[in-house]
């Protein structure tokens, strides 16, 4: 039997991926390491939490001594590293836990990984998911490839583009086994709504202002978080040691745009008269830095690996609005406490 580390499960992505190794490997010890930050929740993966093939570890990844213990007590085979700061705001706001957690953390697991594989890495990887924000922003055309140079412009994607560089650096220098993918922005049920998507549906069904910033002209490639578990199964079995590779939803879309859809199916779920949700709209000042366009090429992973993703975008947004109604107490219980000061202070008078 293989244990694997999946680190950051708690959260949006990571429960994902936490639940499809579980229900798809019972040959496989999956050990969730996550702190439990305001973005993890126990509460993402109620379904599987009582499997025998499932262990949760509570843990921060930034505490170095308590990282190496666990690695040699547990003896992984496999990482797959999803842990992180992921917010782009709170980076501007208090960037100093980017560093910590998706810098410091980072080279923590690495080391880890480095002492106990002890040089001896035959069936071992240590797989690295980081974003396409690295890339940093595309003008009108073009996409990133594998080979575009990084540029990241925020403290998250400077704090992930420096993750990347460890991790190719401990390939490189102690040929401990890596990959990393860089994925575009995803989309589905169980994300914080602090994201744009569940964010604006949370806002829809509360009739409060729906905050674009700038002119919402700005535009994100949107992949199905689902797809995206997927791609990550096959990258981690089938991916080639050393490699990168880029995972995205071929669909992109000006913010505006995908909050205008948003709008219209909102109002048909909730059984609002059309134009109800879009009368919400509310220009607001720009994120600083703010990034015009991401726009992923996944030929690589779709060529070499024979990946692509299963849902068009109308299928997806639409399972993804109808997760956010049925789960309401989910969301409603997430967007409390903590929560509504964040809310408070990112989006203050002055911003609107
Ligand atoms: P998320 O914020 O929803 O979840 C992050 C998880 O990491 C949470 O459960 C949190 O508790 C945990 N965590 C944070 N700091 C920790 C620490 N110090 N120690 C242990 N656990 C800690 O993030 P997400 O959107 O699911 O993103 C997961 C990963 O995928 C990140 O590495 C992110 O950079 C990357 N990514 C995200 C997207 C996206 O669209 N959301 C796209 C591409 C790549
Ligand atoms: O591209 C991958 C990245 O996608 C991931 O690495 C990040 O972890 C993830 O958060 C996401 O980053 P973005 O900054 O693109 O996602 P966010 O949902 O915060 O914003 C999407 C777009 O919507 C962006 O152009 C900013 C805009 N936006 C966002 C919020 C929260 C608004 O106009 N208003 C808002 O209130």
Redesign the pocket.
């Known amino acids: 039997m293989k244990t694997i580390l999946i680190t950051g499960g708690a959260g949006f992505i990571g429960s994902h991926v936490v639940r499809l190794f579980v229900s798809k490997y019972p040959d496989y010890k999956i050990v969730n390491l996550d702190k439990l930050t305001y973005a993890g929740n126990l509460a993402n993966l109620k379904d599987i939490e009582k499997a025998k093939n499932y262990e949760f570890v509570k843990g921060d990844i930034v505490d170095a001594d308590f990282i190496q213990k666990l690695f040699v007590e547990k003896q992984f085979d496999g990482v797959i590293h999803l842990a992180?700061e992921?917010?782009?705001?709170r980076s501007i706001s208090n960037p100093m836990e980017f560093i910590f957690t998706n810098i410091v953390g980072t080279v923590n697991l690495l080391n880890a990984a480095r002492h106990i594989w002890s040089d001896n890495f035959e069936d071992k990887r240590f797989y690295h998911i980081?974003?396409?924000?690295v890339y940093g922003s595309l003008g009108e055309t073009g996409l990133f490839t594998e080979t575009t140079a990084y540029d990241p412009h925020?403290p998250?994607?400077a704090s992930?583009a420096s993750s990347d560089h460890l991790v190719r650096a401990y390939l490189d220098t102690f040929k401990l086994p890596t990959i990393i993918s860089n994925?575009?922005?995803?989309y589905g049920g169980f994300q914080f709504p602090?994201?744009?998507?569940p964010?604006?549906i949370h806002n829809i069904q509360n009739n409060k202002p729906?905050?674009?910033?700038?002119k919402?002209e700005?535009?994100?490639?949107w992949l199905y978080v689902e797809d995206h578990a997927n791609a990550i199964d096959l990258i981690f079995h089938k991916g080639v040691i050393g490699e990168t590779y880029n995972i995205g939803g071929n669909n992109e879309w000006t913010?505006i745009d995908?909050?205008k859809v948003l709008c219209k199916k909102m109002d048909k779920k909730l059984g609002r008269e059309t134009g109800t949700s879009e009368k919400l709209i509310t220009y607001?000042k720009d994120?600083a830095g703010?990034?015009l366009r991401?726009a992923i090429d996944s030929s690589k992973l779709q060529k070499e690996l024979g990946w692509e993703p299963s849902l068009q975008f109308e299928e997806g947004i639409e399972k993804t609005i109808d997760w956010y109604v049925a789960n309401q107490d989910w969301l409603d219980n997430v967007a409390s406490g903590d929560y509504l000061k964040y809310y408070d202070n990112?989006?203050s008078e002055d911003r609107f």
């Open positions: 992180a992921s917010h782009v705001d980081s974003t396409d924000e925020s998250y994607s992930k994925c575009s922005n995803n602090e994201k744009l998507v964010l604006f729906l905050p674009v910033y700038g919402g700005n535009i994100r490639d913010n995908l909050i607001v994120r703010h990034d991401y990112q989006y």
